[in-house]
C-alpha cells in the first residue's frame, strides 16, 4: 500500500502531484538513566555529594563513608582502605582527579599520594581547591585560605552558615555563598568582599562563558552579572520545580537540582525535565555533577542516577525496541502486556492477555511489514508470519465463522472470569473443546485493525498461499457483519457493545457525535478493501447502498471539526482518542481502494480535516498514516522530534507534570489538552497511541509497554519514505 505523495528522495519522483522532505537518519544524542539505589542498610546512609575522575570513576559520598556505584545499587568503596577508616566531609574534583577533606586534612590518593595538608580547622564544612593546590576551606566560624600546604589566611564571619564555594580562576577569586549573602575573597590581595545579599540563597554556578553567575534560592532562580553581582533579569518562578538545590554548569549546559526532579536549560530557554523513577531513584536532587563520557550524574535522597547521552540514529532505536518487543512481549506470535511483579524489575515480567491483542498486534505486524518492505530483512518477515498466525488462529479459535475473538489463553490462565463460582454460559472467556479460552466480547477495535492488516499482508508478502489466507480473513471477517446485519454477533447470538455497524446504531448519534463519523468510515473502507481483494460485486453494493440510503458518504465526508461536545451522549464528554486511532489505520484503505477518483478526492478532504485536528499532537502515526493516505504535507520535523523524544525505558512509572510552573497551562477543553504545547514524550507517562495528551498518571512500575508503539511510526515513516535509511 504504497502513498500517493510525490517524494523527491535523490531526484527520484514517487508519484503523486505534491513534494515532501525526507529526513537524513544522522546520529543524534539520546538520552536514558542508569539508576542505583542506596538500599536499606541499617543505618540507611545520607548521600551528600556525588563525583567523577579522570578514570571514569564514580564516587557518591555519604555521612557513613564512601560508596560506588554497583549492579543497580550503591554500595561501600573499599578500594583505599585507608580512606575507610577516616571521617571524610566533603569530595571535590581538582585536575580530574578526587580530592576529599576529612576532619583532619585535605589529601588526594593521586599525584602519587603526596597532596596531604593537615587543616587544624575546627567543624570544616566545605572546601574548594584553587590554583597550584591551594584551597579554602569553609566553617561556621568562618573561612580559611591554604597556600603550600599553609594556612595563610583566616576570616570570622557573624552567623555564617556557607552553603558553597567556588574558584574563578580568571578573576583570582573565590565565591562564597551563604543562605542570605554572597562573598568574594580576591586571593593576590586578600580581600574580602560581600558583593550581594538575599535570603534562602541554595546553589551557585557561573554561566555564558563566566560573565553571569546563577543561583539558586527555594523560590527560583537569580541572574547575577559576575562582576557587579547586580541582578540582571527578575526572580525566575517558571521552572519545572522552584526549590533550587544544585547547579552545576555541565558543557556550557546549566543543570539544576530541585525537590521536585532535575531539569537542564535549552537552548530556546526552555528546559529538558528529568524527574520520576523513569529518570531518577527519586525526586529529591542533593546534587549535580558531570560524569564520565557525556553522562551527567544526579544525586538523590535514595541513590544516584547516571542520565547517559549516546549518539544513536533513529534506525539503532528501533533496533534495541525490536530486541525488547521479542524478548518480553511475544505471547503466541502476539504483541503481548508485560506485567511485572515487582514494580520495575523487568526480571519479574509476566506475559498476560489485554482486551485488544489483536488490535494491538496488528500494529506490531504492520511495523514488522513496513520493515521487511523498505529493507528486505527475512527476519521482518519471519516474525509477521508468526504474527498472523496468531492473529489468524482468533477466528478459528471462536468456531463462528469470521467472528474473532479478542484473544486467547490455555484455560486457567486467563486474566479474569477465573472465579468458579461464575456459570460457565455466563463467562466472557469460552472455553473451546480444547485446552484453550476465548475471549468473545469483540469490539470495533479489533476488526479495525484485522482490515488494516491484512490488506497490507495482502499485498506486502511474497509468498502467494499467505497472501490468500490474509484475504480469506478479510472475506469471512466482512461476510459475518453483513450477515449478521452490520454487527459482530458472538456465540449466544447476542450482538457485542462496540461490533456496531447498521444505520439504527450508527444515525442515532446526532452529527457531531464521533462514532456516527467514525463507524461509517469504517464499515465503508471494509467493504472497499473486502471488494478490492476479491472482486465480488456484493461487497460494493452493500458499500452504495449505506452510502446513498443511509447517509453514510454524508457521514463519512463530514468534516472533524464539527465533532464536539453532546451534553447526556456517550462517548462525547470527552475527545475520544481511542477513535483517532482507529480512524487513521483505516483512513489508507479508505482513499486507496475508493470505488472511485470522485470518492478519493472527497474522502481526502474528510481525512485532512481530521488530520488538522490531530496535528498539535505531534503523533508519528497519525502523520505517517496521513502521508500512506496521501496526505502531502505530514510535519516531518514534529514526527521525527516524537520518535527522538521517545524514552527507552518503557516501564509505567508514575509521573506528575501539575506543579510545573513552566508550562502554559490552557482552559479546559473537549480534547482534553493542558498546556499551550504537547510535552515530550519522555517527560509524560508511557501510554499507547489512543493515550494523548496524558501528562500525570502511571502505574507505579507495575508494567512495561509494548515497543511497537515506536516501532510502528518509525517503519511506517521508513515506508513512505518520510525517513531515510540511516547514515553514518
Same mark, same amino acid.
Given at each position: ?251 556550557? *549546559? %546549566?543543570?539544576?537540582? &530541585?525537590?521536585?526532579?532535575? =531539569?537542564?536549560? @535549552? ?5 529538558? #525535565?528529568?524527574? !520520576? ?115 489468524? *488462529? %482468533?477466528?478459528?479459535? &471462536?468456531?463462528?465463522?469470521? =467472528?474473532?475473538? @479478542? ?5 486457567? #490462565?486467563?486474566? !479474569? ?312
Amino acid at each position: 500500500m504504497r502513498p500517493f505523495i510525490l517524494c523527491m528522495v535523490s531526484g527520484i519522483a514517487l508519484g503523486g502531484s505534491a513534494l515532501c522532505q525526507q529526513y537524513e537518519d544522522i546520529p543524534y544524542l539520546q538520552d536514558y538513566a542508569e539508576k542505583y539505589a542506596s538500599g536499606d542498610e541499617d543505618p540507611v546512609p545520607v548521600l551528600k555529594q556525588v563525583c567523577s575522575d579522570r578514570n571514569h570513576n564514580i564516587q557518591v559520598l555519604s555521612r557513613q563513608g564512601l560508596l560506588q556505584s554497583w549492579n543497580s545499587a550503591l554500595v561501600p568503596d573499599q578500594r583505599y582502605r585507608p580512606l575507610s577508616d577516616m571521617h571524610i566531609l566533603a569530595l571535590e574534583k581538582y585536575r580530574d582527579q578526587f580530592v576529599y577533606m576529612t576532619d583532619k586534612a585535605i589529601l588526594s590518593n593521586a599525584w602519587a599520594g603526596k597532596f596531604y595538608v593537615e587543616h587544624r580547622v575546627t567543624g570544616p564544612l566545605h572546601f574548594v581547591m584553587g590554583d597550584d593546590f591551594s584551597f579554602l576551606i569553609a566553617s561556621r566560624e568562618g573561612l580559611f585560605y591554604f597556600e603550600n600546604g599553609q594556612m595563610v589566611w583566616k576570616h570570622s564571619l557573624d552567623a555564617f552558615n556557607p552553603v558553597e564555594l567556588l574558584f574563578d580562576r580568571q578573576a583570582q577569586s573565590f565565591i562564597i555563598l551563604s543562605r542570605h549573602a554572597i562573598h568574594t575573597l580576591h586571593v593576590p590581595d586578600r580581600k574580602l568582599t560581600k558583593v550581594y545579599a538575599g535570603k534562602a540563597l541554595t546553589a551557585m554556578a557561573p554561566a555564558d562563558g563566566n560573565r553571569h553567575l546563577v543561583v539558586g534560592t527555594e523560590a527560583g532562580i537569580l541572574t547575577l552579572d559576575r562582576t557587579s553581582f547586580a541582578g540582571i533579569a527578575p526572580l525566575n518562578t517558571k521552572l519545572p520545580g522552584k526549590h533550587i538545590t544544585a547547579i552545576e554548569n555541565i558543557g556550557g *549546559r %546549566l543543570w539544576f537540582g &530541585s525537590s521536585r526532579g532535575a =531539569f537542564a536549560l @535549552r537552548e530556546d530557554g526552555k528546559f529538558d #525535565y528529568y524527574a !520520576s523513577r523513569r529518570w531518577l531513584v527519586d525526586d529529591r536532587v542533593i546534587d549535580i555533577s558531570a560524569g564520565p563520557g557525556r553522562s551527567v550524574l544526579v544525586l538523590t535522597g535514595k541513590g544516584l542516577s547516571r542520565i547517559n547521552f549516546t549518539m544513536m540514529t533513529l534506525e539503532e532505536k528501533a533496533n534495541r525496541f525490536q530486541e525488547i518487543q521479542r524478548l518480553r512481549h511475544i505471547r503466541y506470535g502476539f504483541s503481548s502486556e508485560t506485567n511485572l511483579l515487582v514494580p520495575g524489575d523487568l526480571s519479574t515480567a509476566v506475559l498476560t492477555d489485554t482486551d485488544n491483542d489483536g488490535l494491538w498486534t496488528s500494529m506490531y505486524l504492520a511495523g514488522e511489514l513496513f520493515r521487511y518492505a523498505s529493507t528486505g530483512s527475512e527476519d521482518a518477515l519471519q516474525n509477521a508470519y508468526e504474527a498472523f498466525e496468531a492473529m489468524e *488462529r %482468533l477466528t478459528a479459535i &471462536s468456531g463462528i465463522r469470521g =467472528f474473532p475473538a @479478542r484473544t486467547y489463553e490455555v484455560d486457567g #490462565y486467563q486474566s !479474569s472470569d477465573t472465579d468458579p463460582a461464575i456459570p460457565e454460559d455466563q463467562k466472557i472467556w469460552r472455553l473451546n473443546e480444547d485446552r484453550w479460552r476465548w475471549k468473545s466480547t469483540t469490539s470495533s477495535d479489533e476488526s479495525c485493525g484485522h482490515f488494516f492488516v491484512y490488506a497490507l499482508f495482502a499485498e506486502m508478502v511474497p509468498d502467494r498461499e499467505w497472501r490468500e489466507r490474509a484475504i480469506h480473513q478479510i472475506q469471512i471477517e466482512m461476510d459475518h457483519i453483513i450477515e449478521h446485519d452490520w454487527y459482530l454477533v458472538t456465540w449466544n447470538g447476542e450482538i457485542t457493545r462496540w461490533g456496531r455497524w447498521n444505520p439504527d446504531y450508527v444515525n442515532s448519534f446526532p452529527v457531531n457525535v464521533g462514532d456516527r463519523r467514525l463507524n461509517s468510515t469504517l464499515i465503508l473502507a471494509f467493504l472497499q478493501t473486502a471488494y478490492h481483494f476479491t472482486g465480488k460485486e456484493i461487497y460494493k453494493e452493500k458499500a452504495y447502498e449505506l452510502m446513498n440510503r443511509f447517509g453514510y458518504l454524508e457521514n463519512v465526508l463530514r468534516p472533524a471539526s464539527k465533532i464536539g461536545y453532546v451534553e447526556g451522549q456517550i462517548l462525547s464528554d470527552a475527545w475520544n482518542h481511542s477513535d483517532d486511532e482507529m480512524y487513521f489505520l483505516t483512513v489508507p484503505a479508505l482513499i486507496k481502494y475508493a470505488f472511485t477518483d470522485k470518492l478519493r478526492n472527497q474522502y481526502m478532504e474528510s481525512v485532512r480535516s481530521h488530520w488538522e485536528v490531530e496535528r498539535s499532537e505531534k503523533n508519528p502515526l497519525w502523520n505517517f498514516m496521513y502521508a500512506l493516505a496521501g496526505g502531502p504535507d505530514y510535519d516531518l520535523d514534529a514526527s521525527v522530534w516524537w520518535l527522538k523524544e521517545f524514552p527507552l525505558d518503557l516501564v509505567s512509572w508514575n509521573i506528575e507534570n501539575r506543579h510545573r510552573r513552566d508550562l502554559t497551562p490552557v482552559a479546559p477543553n473537549f480534547r482534553g489538552q493542558e498546556y499551550s504545547e504537547i510535552l515530550p514524550m519522555d517527560e509524560r507517562p508511557m501510554h499507547l497511541h489512543n493515550g494523548a495528551y496524558r501528562n500525570n498518571g502511571g502505574s507505579n512500575g507495575s508494567r512495561e509497554y509494548p515497543p511497537y508503539i515506536y516501532l510502528l511510526p518509525y517503519w511506517l515513516g521508513r515506508y513512505v519514505e518520510a525517513i531515510g535509511p540511516p547514515q553514518n
